[in-house]
């Protein structure tokens, strides 16, 4: 895709952007804050600035605004790039979604017997618009708008929530909770979030007595199958900080680490399993409940899952030995309705593109990049460098994506 193709769907969008969505509750709640503590009043005019490609965070003079717009507000280019980088080292973003942060996997060794695989975070800076590395965190989940990102502390499971502010850096509120917690998810529209619990850190691992990878060696650092310390999750209501808890028993057919995350509505939480029938919902108070229609086929592993006008769903890999491609579904029957690159769906850009894992003609697995797909197109733009290895020391990075705007078109 050459640059004047990129401006004539820059501006494609932009002429569809006819139907703002409301602002999102989190980024409201924070902007109070923001705006007692830094408001100011303008007394000079301010000369127009020819726009550039990298995205500065300059002083927002108009009233009631905050006072620093975000470098992915900044930087509206329906696609921005970076294949020569990995880790990404500037901001990625396609259409409405954008790289929030990466983590890399590492391990901690406790004991001859017990160690955690841990996380170390890389968070975009939305003043310079780089992914700054932190060990401050055990657990990030960003909130659309990408104002805030929710945060866990180091030692899980975690008894506060933090709202950290991505301009300043800056924890701006804890939110207090009953059980401790090991992950924490916004809704769609950033008013709630869904935090799992857990009796004990679900990332410890120990020293297994077999060969749990197929390496022919015994002493690999892992869990037994089938255990899980999940006790429930507590839905907090971000503008308030209050939380409730609700027990959920279910143990069995569950990853060490099976967290919740909220439908599609934010009327339900669901849980993937290990087995048949591959995920579970329950309502707001730990019920099981019936499966949503339009969510019945879609994989909890699968991240994109819905379309953003919820006429399409992200299906599984199906690419066979020579190419990979996964599929487009329609999420009511299960039916296939196309096919494109990829070998995971990682989030929707908007309702036609796709941002997935792809794998380097010739290679395997271990050797992918972030790409963007659209369907009906056989087009695949790289976004980020290919990633190498199986561990963090040989390259290996995984993506937290985010919604770009805080308010912004619907079914764009």
């Not at 303008?42 to 600035?49: E, F, P």
């Not at 866990?152 to 499971?157: F, G, Q, V």
């Not at 369907?375 to 190498?388: A, C, N, Q």
């Not at 963090?392 to 993506?399: K, L, S, V, Y």
Request: with cysteine; proline share 5%.
């Amino acid at each position: 895709m050459n640059v004047d193709e990129l401006v004539s769907d820059a501006f494609r969008e932009q002429a569809g952007d006819s139907m703002p969505a409301p602002p999102y509750f989190a980024e409201r709640v924070l902007a109070v804050r923001r705006r007692r503590r830094n408001r100011r009043t303008a007394s000079v005019a301010v000369a127009t600035v020819a726009a550039i490609a990298v995205a500065v965070a300059v002083p927002r003079l108009v009233g009631g605004g905050d006072d620093v717009r975000p470098a992915s507000e900044m930087n509206k280019s329906s696609i921005i790039a970076h294949p020569d980088q990995t880790p990404p080292r500037d901001l990625i973003a396609a259409g409405g979604t954008a790289l929030a942060a990466y983590y890399v996997r590492h391990m901690v060794v406790k004991s001859a017997t017990d160690a955690v695989n841990g996380r170390t975070y890389s968070l975009l800076d939305q003043k310079t618009g780089k992914y700054v590395k932190t060990t401050q965190w055990s657990y990030v989940s960003v909130a659309p708008g990408m104002r805030t990102a929710a945060v866990l502390e180091k030692r899980l499971p975690a008894r506060r929530i933090g709202l950290l502010d991505l301009l300043t850096g800056k924890v701006e509120r804890w939110i207090p909770v009953d059980h401790g917690v090991a992950s924490a998810e916004f809704s769609s529209d950033g008013r709630k979030l869904v935090a799992t619990t857990y009796a004990k850190d679900p990332d410890l691992v120990h020293k297994l007595d077999y060969d749990s990878d197929g390496d022919g060696k015994k002493n690999d650092w892992g869990v037994p199958f089938g255990t899980s310390a999940r006790t429930g999750f507590c839905i907090v209501d971000v503008g308030s900080g209050k939380s409730t808890w609700s027990e959920v028993t279910d143990s069995q057919d569950l990853n060490a680490r099976q967290d919740f995350a909220f439908s599609n509505d934010a009327q339900l939480v669901y849980s993937g399993l290990t087995t048949a029938p591959g995920t579970r919902f329950y309502d707001l108070h730990g019920n099981k409940a019936a499966t949503p229609a339009n969510e019945k086929h879609l994989n909890w592993y699968v991240e994109a899952r819905l379309s953003p006008d919820g006429k399409l769903g992200a299906g599984d890999f199906a690419g066979g030995r020579k190419t990979t491609a996964s599929e487009i579904i329609d999420p009511r029957s299960g039916k296939r309705i196309a096919k494109v690159h990829g070998q995971q769906l990682l989030a929707w850009a908007d309702n036609k593109r796709l941002i997935a894992w792809d794998i380097a003609p010739g290679t395997n697995e271990f050797h992918n990049r972030l790409v963007l797909v659209t369907i009906g197109s056989d087009t695949v733009v790289p976004l980020s460098g290919f990633r190498k290895g199986n561990d963090g020391a040989g390259g290996r990075w995984d993506p937290v994506f985010a919604k770009r705007w805080a308010a912004g078109p619907r079914g764009a």
